[in-house]
């Protein structure tokens, strides 16, 4: 399986967000600048994902593994609830002082 499931659908896509959401269609273009080079070997990493709504949109293009992270692990636990893929890795991070503690549910 390659690192894309639908390059057409995602440059679709990419067009529709430009006009809907400047920021996401950015995002979008660098992940498949990213992508494609990548074969979907590396992992992305979503920081400070909420409740998922962003990395569920990219796990609709993208193959790779994902790690999606937050510090409110309401967020998580509502962000896993209604994840519809199985290459996100969702998991909320403790942050106390200097240091940072992952915690992958």
């Known amino acids: 399986m390659g690192n894309l499931y639908n390059e057409d659908l ?3 896509r990419i067009e529709e967000l430009e006009i809907f959401s400047p920021r996401l269609s950015f995002i979008f273009k660098k ?3 990213y992508a494609k080079k990548d074969n979907g070997i590396n992992p992305i990493l979503d920081i400070g994902c909420g409740k998922g709504h962003v990395v569920e949109e990219i796990a609709n293009y993208f193959n790779n593994n994902i790690d999606a ?3 409110d692990s309401n967020e998580i636990e509502e962000a896993m609830q209604n994840s519809m893929h199985k290459n996100i890795n969702y998991g909320s991070v403790q942050i106390t002082g200097s240091e ?6």
């Open 31 to 33: 992940l498949y600048k």
């Open 69 to 71: 992270i937050d510090i």
């Open 100 to 105: 940072i503690r992952p915690n992958y549910v």
């Open 10 to 12: 995602l440059k679709k």
